[in-house]
């Protein structure tokens, strides 16, 4: 795969993921903010990359995924919540919080999310979808 297919690829994975994420706030909270489907597509993305790795166990995977999950919503909670202003979301009443933007909670639910999540990326890595959208309709063979 070129670098133009690869980037296809992932610009596929980043979309899938930004909606996923923004319907899956939705139905878990009743609304979201357009920056979680950004952060979404940037979580999944980081996702799929795990998921490549033969060599980590299942569970290893979901817990670095989480990691990273927590990750970047600490640093664009900072960014939108604390330095715009916008208050997307406040974790302060949560046990264990962490400047309000993220939570022990919230981690641990990252663990459950990045098992579905690497599931998912797994099934889309081996699925014609992508593939066709990447290397495009006429150049599309089984």
């Known amino acids: 795969m070129n670098i133009r297919e690869k980037h296809k690829e992932y610009l596929a994975i980043y979309a899938v993921g930004g909606v996923g994420y923004y319907t899956l706030e939705i139905v878990w909270r009743g609304y979201s903010h357009w920056t979680m489907a950004l952060t979404g597509g940037f979580c999944f993305l980081l996702l799929y990359l795990l998921s490549a790795n033969s060599e980590i166990p ?12 927590t990750a970047v919503e600490f640093l664009v909670g900072c960014a939108v919540n604390i330095g715009l202003g916008w208050s997307v979301w406040d974790y302060s009443r949560h046990n264990y919080d962490f400047l309000g933007q993220i939570c022990l909670e919230y981690s641990l639910i990252w663990v459950i999310v990045s098992y579905f999540g690497i599931w998912l990326c797994q099934l889309l890595r081996g699925s014609d979808i992508i593939r066709e959208f990447v290397v495009g309709r006429d150049n599309f063979r089984d």
């Open 58 to 69: 299942l569970i290893t995977k979901c817990v670095i995924g989480a990691a990273e999950i």
